[in-house]
C-alpha cells in the first residue's frame, strides 16, 4: 500500500474495493453502473446552476463535470470520490471573470492543475490539510450564504448586485415588487428539493432513491414548458466550434494577478478535495484515498478542464455521498456518470435547454443555505473554535472569499497560540511564606501576566515558586531571574522547585531544551508491558524494582520533592481505604489520588474481621485511623475476578488442614459470612457463569465488610454523629470501570462519565502548623 494511503487497507467483503472472480466482478461492475446513473441525474442540473452562479459559459459546467468524472476517476486515488464544478469556488471564479475575462479564467484554470500536479508529484499532499477545517467550513458556509443572496434575486425576478451587502440591501425591494413567473418555479422547485426526502415511502419505493434536484428541476421545467410560462431557459452552443472557448494569455501587465490567481484557485480546490476525500472514506470500507494520487488526479482533470473551457474541478462531497450510497464500489462509477453527462448533451440538448433558469437559481439557494452547516457548528463549538468559524464566514461574505479566509487563518492561528502558551498561576500565602504555582507553557506571551504577580509578593517574603511548565523561553527565564535577584536583594528568599523539566535551571547554567517536553515513562504500565524484548523467565524481580526506581528518580523524583517534603511533617487522608491485595487492583490509579490521600489497607479479599476477631491487625488500622488520623470517610473496594472470592465459593476454607495452605484456610473462614449474605440476597451461585457468580459474592461481601466495620464502637460512634461516612466501591478489571454502592438501592452503580471537578483548596490543617509548635497532635505512621 502507498504510504500516503489513509486508514486502514481493505476491509471485509461487502467494501468498496476491487474484487476478483467473474461473479463478484460483474456484481461490482453492475454497482458502479447504477452509481454513476444516479450521481449523473445529480451532477447535470449542479453543473449547469455552478455555472450561472459564476457566472461563466452554461457549457462550462457540463465540460468540468465530464472532465472531472473521466479524468479525476482515471488518475485519482479516491475510490468513490466524484469530481466536478464545486460551488465552493463559485466566488473565486466570478471574481476572475469579472477582472480578467472567461479566456484568461480558463488559463488560470490550467495552470492552478499543473500546480496541483507538482504538488503531488512531491508528494506533499498532507501539507494542503494544514488549514483549520473551522476555516473551511466558514468558507464554504460563506459561499453559501453568498450564492443564496445572489440567487435568490435570480429566483425573484430581479439581477444580483455586486456584492452580499448590496444584495441584502436590495432585497426588500425585489420582494415587494417583482412578482412574475420566475417566481413560481422557484418557489416550486426549494419547495420540492425541501420535502422530496421527507415523503413517506410508498410500499417498497422509496422517493429518496431519485435524486431530489433532479424532481426539482424536472417537475419546474415541464410546468413551465406546459404552461408556456415567460422564463429565461438555458441556452447551449449549436456545435462544438461554438461551444470552445478555451485559455487566452493576459495582458502584459496582469502576471502578477493571475499569479496569485492561481495560487488561490489551486489552494482552495486542494484543500476542499482533500477534505472531501478524506470524509467520504469514512462512508464506506473499501480502499483508503490516496492522497498525492488523488491530488495528481485533481491537478490533471484542472488542466483539461481548463484546456477544454470548463470551471475549476474539484471533489464534491455532495455527489460523492450520493455515489457511495447508491452502491458505488470502484471509480467505474464516477468515470460512467462523466460519460453519461457527455452523451446526454451530445445527443439530447434541446431537452436541457428546456431547464428554465429561475430553477437552476432556486437549486443554488437550497444549496447556498444548505452549506451553513449547523452540524459543522455545533462540533465545532464542543472544539471552542465557532469563533473561527462565525469570523470566517462573516468574512467571506461582506469582505471577499480571499479575506475572509486570510482572517479566519490568522485568528485560527492566535486561537491555537493562546492554547498552547496557556498558562496558570495560583497564589497561596502558608504560615508566612508565599507559595507560587505556574502551571503551563511560559513564554514570553504570559511574561506580563507573571510579573504582575512576582510584584505583588511583599518585600523581604520567604517565597516557594513550582514551576510545572513544559517550556521556558528566554523572556520567561530573564523576567524570573531578574524578579529572584531583587527580591533576595531586599531581604526575601525564593525556593524554586522546577515539577517537570529543569527549564530554570538548566538556562541558569547551560542551554535549555529546544523545545516542549514531556513527563517521561509510562508508570501505568506493568513492567512486562515495557519489556517485551524479554521473556519472562529473564525477568529479575530485583533487578527490575532497580530500574523502576533509577525511572523514578529520573522522571519524577524532582517532580515530587516539593509535595513529600511538606508531607514528611504528617498525613492527613481523605479516606481509610480497604481493599483486596491483588496486584490488578491500584488504589491510587483507580481514584486518581496522590500521595497523602489514602490510607490503604491491603488484604486477600478485602476482608474485617469482626470487632474481636483473635487476628487484630485490621483492627489496628481501623483504629489508628479513625481514632488517631480523623479520616472522615472509610472505603471498602472489592473487585472482579477476585482470586479469594473463587477460593470461596470452592469451599476451599472448609478443606483439610494442609500445612502450605494453613493461614490462607483461616483467614478466609472469615468470609463465611458473605458467601451467605450472597446466597441469601442471590440465592444459589452454582448455576450461573463463573464471572457472574464472582461479581454477586464480590458485591455482597463489600456490603458484608461494611456491616463488620459498623461493629467497631469506634466506627459505630463516629458514623452515628455524622464524622464518619462509609462506602462501598466495586472494580471491574474487565472494562476498567469503578462502581459505587448506592445505599438506597443496595446496588452497584458505574460512576458516571467526567463531570465538574471542585477546584483544589488548601487543606484546613496544614503541616507546617504543627511543625511550628513543635508538637504534632496527630503522628504518622
Known amino acids: 500500500m502507498r504510504n500516503d494511503a489513509q486508514g486502514a487497507p481493505p476491509g471485509p467483503p461487502g467494501d468498496a474495493s476491487p474484487r476478483t472472480g467473474t461473479h463478484t466482478d460483474r456484481k461490482g461492475i453492475a454497482a458502479d453502473v447504477g452509481a454513476s446513473l444516479v450521481v449523473f441525474l445529480v451532477a447535470v442540473p449542479l453543473s449547469l446552476g455552478i455555472a450561472v452562479a459564476s457566472g461563466a459559459p452554461l ?8 472532465v472531472g468524472g473521466i479524468v479525476a476517476g482515471l488518475v485519482g486515488g479516491s475510490v468513490v470520490q466524484v469530481s466536478g464544478p464545486a460551488a465552493g469556488l463559485t466566488i473565486i471564479v466570478a471574481d476572475l471573470i469579472m477582472t480578467y475575462g472567461w479566456r484568461v479564467t480558463c488559463l488560470i484554470t490550467l495552470l492552478a492543475g499543473l500546480v496541483q500536479l507538482a504538488l503531488g508529484a512531491f508528494r506533499i499532499a498532507r501539507a494542503a490539510l494544514a488549514v483549520s477545517p473551522a476555516v473551511v467550513h466558514g468558507m464554504l458556509a460563506g459561499v453559501g450564504v453568498t450564492i443564496a443572496l445572489a440567487q435568490l434575486h435570480v429566483v425573484l425576478g430581479g439581477a444580483p448586485q455586486s456584492s452580499a451587502l448590496a444584495n441584502i440591501a436590495d432585497l426588500p425591494q425585489q420582494i415587494a415588487h417583482n412578482h412574475t413567473a420566475a417566481v413560481a418555479v422557484g418557489v416550486i422547485t426549494i419547495a420540492i428539493m425541501f420535502g422530496w426526502n421527507r415523503l413517506p415511502a410508498i410500499g417498497k419505493v422509496r422517493p429518496g432513491l431519485i435524486p431530489a434536484a433532479l424532481v426539482a428541476v424536472g417537475t419546474a421545467t415541464v410546468i413551465a414548458t406546459v404552461g408556456r410560462w415567460e422564463v429565461e431557459t438555458v441556452a447551449l452552443p449549436a456545435s462544438l466550434s461554438e461551444a470552445w472557448n478555451g485559455p487566452a494569455l493576459p495582458e502584459s501587465g496582469q502576471w502578477h494577478g493571475i499569479a496569485f490567481a492561481v495560487a488561490a484557485v489551486a489552494m482552495v480546490a486542494s484543500v476542499e478535495s482533500l477534505l472531501a476525500a478524506i470524509a467520504v472514506d469514512r462512508l464506506h470500507s473499501g480502499r483508503r484515498v490516496q492522497l498525492n494520487r488523488e491530488l495528481c488526479g485533481q491537478g490533471a482533470a484542472n488542466t483539461v478542464s481548463g484546456a477544454l473551457g470548463g470551471l475549476p474541478v474539484a471533489g464534491v462531497i455532495v455527489r460523492s455521498t450520493a455515489n457511495v450510497r447508491a452502491g458505488a464500489r470502484s471509480p467505474l462509477s464516477t468515470i460512467l456518470h462523466g460519460v453519461w453527462i457527455l452523451l446526454f448533451v451530445a445527443f439530447f440538448a434541446h431537452v436541457v435547454e428546456l431547464i428554465p433558469m429561475p430553477a437552476l437559481a432556486a437549486l443554488l439557494v437550497f444549496i447556498g443555505v444548505q452549506m451553513v452547516s449547523l452540524a459543522h457548528l455545533r462540533d465545532l463549538r464542543r472544539h471552542h473554535e465557532a469563533s473561527v468559524y462565525l469570523v470566517t464566514l462573516s468574512g467571506v461574505v461582506f469582505l471577499g472569499l480571499l479575506e475572509g479566509v486570510f482572517i479566519g487563518f490568522a485568528l485560527a492561528m492566535i486561537v491555537s497560540l493562546r492554547r498552547l502558551t496557556k498558562l496558570t498561576v495560583i497564589t497561596e500565602e502558608r504560615e508566612g511564606r508565599v507559595h507560587i504555582t505556574v502551571d503551563g507553557s511560559l513564554t514570553f506571551l504570559g511574561v506580563p501576566r507573571l510579573a504582575h504577580v512576582l510584584r505583588t509578593v511583599p518585600e523581604g517574603a520567604r517565597v516557594d515558586l513550582d514551576l510545572h511548565v513544559d517550556f521556558m523561553d528566554h523572556a520567561a527565564f530573564e523576567a524570573i531571574h531578574a ?13 524554586i522547585d522546577e515539577v517537570h523539566e529543569k527549564w530554570y535551571a538548566r538556562s541558569s547554567t547551560r542551554s535549555a531544551p529546544a523545545a516542549k517536553t514531556v513527563p517521561r515513562g509510562r508508570w501505568w504500565a506493568p513492567w512486562n508491558m515495557r519489556v517485551r524484548s524479554r521473556a519472562k523467565e529473564e525477568v529479575n524481580a530485583l533487578g527490575m524494582l532497580t530500574a523502576g526506581a533509577r525511572e523514578y528518580h529520573a522522571g519524577t523524583a524532582d517532580r515530587m520533592r516539593s509535595v513529600m517534603s511538606r508531607l514528611a511533617l504528617g498525613q492527613h487522608p481523605t479516606a481509610l481505604f480497604i481493599t483486596c491485595a491483588d496486584s490488578r487492583v491500584v488504589p491510587n490509579l483507580i481514584t486518581a489520588s496522590g500521595p497523602g490521600d489514602l490510607f490503604t489497607l491491603r488484604n486477600v479479599g478485602n476482608l474485617v474481621p469482626a470487632h474481636d476477631d483473635p487476628d487484630g491487625s485490621v483492627g489496628a488500622a481501623v483504629e489508628y485511623a479513625v481514632n488517631v488520623l480523623g479520616v472522615p470517610s472509610i472505603v471498602v473496594c472489592g473487585h472482579s475476578h477476585c482470586g479469594a472470592m473463587q477460593a470461596l465459593l470452592d ?62 464502637p469506634a466506627v459505630r460512634e463516629k458514623v452515628e454523629s455524622g464524622e464518619l461516612t462509609l462506602s462501598g466501591m466495586y472494580y471491574d478489571l474487565e472494562t476498567a470501570r469503578v462502581h459505587l454502592l448506592d445505599a438506597e438501592s443496595g446496588e452497584f452503580t458505574p460512576v458516571q462519565g467526567v463531570q465538574d471537578v471542585p477546584e483544589p483548596v488548601p487543606s484546613q490543617r496544614q503541616p507546617e502548623a504543627e511543625s511550628s509548635s513543635g508538637v504534632s497532635s496527630r503522628p504518622s505512621s
Not at 457549457?59 to 465530464?66: E, L, Y
Not at 524578579?483 to 525556593?495: A, I
Open 59 to 66: 457549457i462550462a459546467g457540463i465540460i468540468a463535470a465530464v
Open 483 to 495: 524578579w529572584r535577584v531583587d527580591h533576595e536583594r531586599t531581604g526575601g528568599s525564593v525556593d
Open 651 to 712: 469451599k476451599t476454607h472448609q478443606e483439610p488442614e494442609a500445612m502450605e495452605t494453613t493461614h490462607i484456610r483461616r483467614w478466609l473462614a472469615r468470609g463465611e459470612g458473605s458467601l451467605h449474605r450472597a446466597r441469601a440476597d442471590q440465592g444459589d451461585l452454582s448455576g450461573l457463569p463463573s464471572a457472574e457468580a464472582l461479581r454477586r459474592l464480590a458485591q455482597a461481601n463489600i456490603v458484608e465488610q461494611l456491616g463488620n466495620l459498623r461493629g467497631y
